[in-house]
């Protein structure tokens, strides 16, 4: 072919080969980029799925870790708390919602001096090969506060009267039998009689009838007889061991059971504060009474006893531990005997209704058996500092050593 020479003009045949080669081409580029496309997504949407997956197990992990820090702080008694002198690994806690398991976890104890440090690793059951997810959760305890009057017989508010040979006595006591009492020590001296408001609204009949100063305080208020530490008279009553309500009154308090076991559930049994009914010595009951209500009974009993009301007491009714009334306090005839600390709060007024104590009433402080009725009670367990007491140790990695 000689320079002047030209390619043939391709025909109209090899321009449509030519444009179907590149038709070609480019579909499969279209498809590979497409595959590629459909690929990243699905591949996307799987890593989504699993890092969801992985957020929500690891939630069940901190949700079990939570619930088993909740749980054994409610549930464990004063009794476990102080039973504590090292770090210890607690029995797994298994939890569960509308019958399937969530997850379990393993608890750490250790007592701090001043409360205690409770670790809880937590592990979700569920998820298959994702399953084992998990957080780990620290809480800062300490025993619940629960306090009141010190060395002090009788607290009111109000107009007061003490006559005949009613006693009101701020010397120490305890029960003159029953072992339970051995190890209480009897403080020496003399404590208050009587704290009030308003010392002149206290008529003594006979300067015998009172062992003990009688010390005014102006600043008494509505907390000085419904508020007990970090507990209130409400809260006491929600979880009180025995409760009367609407016409329901006690009958005659008398402590049931045998040398060995104590049947809590009749409910005029307030435990044993003497030597007669040994099963029942340890058993101190909150009991609720929401009404006003006579007590003319000779039975006996002990804890803490709460009345939304007026308390009348004859026929020589004892009761040791703690004893707060709402209302007025009229003990009267063989009166009743009343050993511990005793609350009449008259509503907050004045010029209530006076309290009255006439006959062979007794009034007398123990500060042993308001120790014991504190120590005996359903709300006496541990509970989370107000501030900072729960937080995230998941990367911290807690153990047995911890």
């Given at each position: 072919?000689?320079?002047?020479?030209?390619?043939?003009?391709?025909?109209?045949?090899?321009?449509?080969?030519?444009?179907?080669g590149f038709a070609l081409v480019t579909a499969l580029l279209a498809l590979v980029?497409?595959?590629?496309?459909?690929?990243?997504?699905?591949?996307?949407?799987?890593?989504?799925?699993?890092?969801?997956?992985?957020?929500?197990?690891?939630?069940?992990?901190?949700?079990?870790?939570?619930?088993?820090?909740?749980?054994?702080?409610?549930?464990?008694?004063?009794?476990?708390?102080?039973?504590?002198?090292?770090?210890?690994?607690?029995d797994s806690v298994v939890v569960s919602a509308g019958g399937t398991t969530i997850?379990?976890?393993?608890?750490?104890?250790?007592?701090?001096?001043?409360?205690?440090?409770?670790?809880?690793?937590?592990?979700?059951?569920?998820?298959?090969?994702?399953?084992?997810?998990?957080?780990?959760?620290?809480?800062?305890?300490?025993?619940?506060?629960?306090?009141?009057?010190?060395?002090?017989?009788?607290?009111?508010?109000?107009?007061?009267?003490?006559?005949?040979?009613?006693?009101?006595?701020?010397?120490?006591?305890?029960?003159?039998?029953?072992?339970?009492?051995?190890?209480?020590?009897?403080?020496?001296?003399?404590?208050?009689?009587?704290?009030?408001?308003?010392?002149?609204?206290?008529?003594?009949?006979?300067?015998?009838?009172?062992?003990?100063?009688?010390?005014?305080?102006?600043?008494?208020?509505?907390?000085?007889?419904?508020?007990?530490?970090?507990?209130?008279?409400?809260?006491?009553?929600?979880?009180?061991?025995?409760?009367?309500?609407?016409?329901?009154?006690p009958g005659n308090p008398l402590p049931v059971g045998t040398a060995t076991t104590?049947?809590?559930?009749?409910?005029?049994?307030?435990?044993?504060?003497?030597?007669?009914?040994?099963?029942?010595?340890?058993?101190?009951?909150?009991?609720?009474?929401?009404?006003?209500?006579?007590?003319?009974?000779?039975?006996?009993?002990?804890?803490?006893?709460?009345?939304?009301?007026?308390?009348?007491?004859?026929?020589?009714?004892?009761?040791?531990?703690?004893?707060?009334?709402?209302?007025?306090?009229?003990?009267?005839?063989?009166?009743?005997?009343?050993?511990?600390?005793?609350?009449?709060?008259?509503?907050?007024?004045?010029?209530?209704?006076?309290?009255?104590?006439?006959?062979?009433?007794?009034?007398?402080?123990?500060?042993?058996?308001?120790?014991?009725?504190?120590?005996?009670?359903?709300?006496?367990?541990?509970?989370?500092?107000?501030?900072?007491?729960?937080?995230?140790?998941?990367?911290?990695?807690?153990?047995?050593?911890?």
């Amino acid at each position: 072919m000689t320079p002047n020479e030209q390619l043939p003009a391709p025909d109209e045949e090899g321009k449509s080969e030519l444009r179907k080669g590149f038709a070609l081409v480019t579909a499969l580029l279209a498809l590979v980029v497409v595959g590629a496309l459909v690929t990243g997504s699905f591949f996307a949407a799987s890593q989504e799925r699993e890092m969801g997956l992985s957020a929500r197990y690891n939630d069940d992990g901190m949700y079990v870790a939570e619930n088993a820090l909740n749980r054994i702080a409610a549930d464990s008694p004063k009794s476990f708390w102080s039973g504590l002198v090292a770090a210890k690994e607690l029995d797994s806690v298994v939890v569960s919602a509308g019958g399937t398991t969530i997850g379990s976890a393993r608890v750490w104890v250790r007592p701090t001096g001043s409360g205690y440090f409770l670790v809880a690793r937590g592990a979700s059951a569920r998820g298959g090969r994702l399953s084992g997810g998990g957080r780990t959760l620290g809480m800062v305890l300490r025993l619940l506060n629960v306090t009141f009057p010190p060395g002090t017989a009788m607290q009111v508010y109000g107009e007061t009267h003490v006559q005949g040979s009613a006693l009101i006595s701020g010397q120490d006591t305890k029960p003159a039998s029953g072992s339970q009492w051995d190890t209480c020590t009897v403080r020496t001296g003399v404590d208050t009689a009587i704290i009030t408001k308003d010392s002149s609204l206290i008529d003594v009949q006979k300067a015998s009838s009172i062992i003990g100063p009688i010390v005014q305080k102006p600043s008494m208020n509505t907390g000085s007889f419904l508020n007990y530490g970090d507990v209130n008279f409400d809260m006491l009553a929600a979880t009180a061991d025995k409760t009367y309500l609407g016409a329901n009154s006690p009958g005659n308090p008398l402590p049931v059971g045998t040398a060995t076991t104590c049947n809590t559930g009749v409910l005029d049994n307030w435990g044993e504060p003497y030597a007669d009914v040994p099963g029942c010595a340890n058993y101190f009951p909150i009991i609720y009474v929401d009404h006003t209500f006579k007590l003319a009974a000779n039975g006996r009993g002990q804890g803490i006893l709460l009345v939304n009301g007026d308390l009348e007491i004859t026929g020589g009714f004892e009761f040791w531990g703690v004893t707060v009334v709402k209302g007025a306090l009229n003990m009267h005839g063989s009166g009743g005997h009343v050993n511990g600390v005793l609350l009449a709060y008259q509503e907050g007024q004045l010029n209530y209704d006076e309290n009255l104590a006439i006959g062979n009433s007794l009034v007398q402080y123990s500060g042993c058996a308001v120790s014991r009725a504190v120590a005996g009670m359903g709300a006496s367990r541990a509970v989370p500092v107000k501030m900072h007491s729960w937080f995230d140790l998941s990367s911290a990695g807690a153990s047995t050593g911890f």
